[in-house]
């Protein structure tokens, strides 16, 4: 069977204070995986450790980038996959690459001398979703079987600490068994930022852009409800390509503004009275 294409990395490079806004997401991560740090004091007073966090919200609101953070605080090797990539038409093949999945976390953090391993599965409702629900359910059903007897056999005392954490938008869609206590037992919701948040990712993303002196991102933030962090990444991205485009060497409040309704028709943004 071929291996699951997960991206093995060591620690990312991406810090708390690298995302904006996020921050009660930030703060409940930030709790839950302290138990990685303190694994000894854990095990010394007998609490199970925690197997799975679950992340939820709308795309490109920074889950992944969540998880990149929660591995960087912890000093873990990061392992990245998509629920799509469980889904084979063979039987036994998600399952196996579960399994891979799991053992590589193991190696690649002892390879690199971390005592723990972050493995992110994106879109995990298409391999969590309940059982039953699919057309050539049995496939399926062995796959999730898989996860829940690796996530199942995470043990304190192992010598590499693992850590599932999962994204999804459709909570509701996933199978019950996996919400279930020493399985995916913490939720953080990720959700949409608000204007404070919406202005303090828009200034990360200008930060290596030489702007004008009559940007004003505060402006900006107000006027772009229903962005996501992605789209104002985008949003900064296409500014600058504006300015560059006429010549020249700062970007200027109107590229901003053009970028505004450039990213709104590109993607279709729920928009809801200015907050
Ligand atoms: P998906 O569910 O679609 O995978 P996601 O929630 O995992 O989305 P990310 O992949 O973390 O979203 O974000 C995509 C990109 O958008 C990031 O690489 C970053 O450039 C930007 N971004 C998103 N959210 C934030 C944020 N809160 N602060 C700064 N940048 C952000």
Known sequence: ARVAAATAVTVPDVRFEDIGGQSGAKKELQE????IRNREQIARMGIRP??????TGPPGTGKTLLAKAAAHHTDSVFLAASGSEFVEMYAGVGAQRVRDLFRRARETARKERKGSAIIFIDEIEVLGARRGSHSSHMEYDQTLNQLLTEMDGIAVDEEVQVLVMGATNRVDMMDPALLRPGRFDRTVSV???DKEARLAILQLHTRQKPLGADVDLEAIARQTFGFSGAHLESLANEAAILALREGLDEVRQRHFVEAVDKVM???KIDRKPTQ
């Open 265 to 267: 028709l590109g993607e």
């Open 191 to 193: 959700d949409l930022p």
């Open 32 to 35: 839950a995986i302290e138990f």
């Open 50 to 55: 925690l197997k799975g966090i679950l992340l």
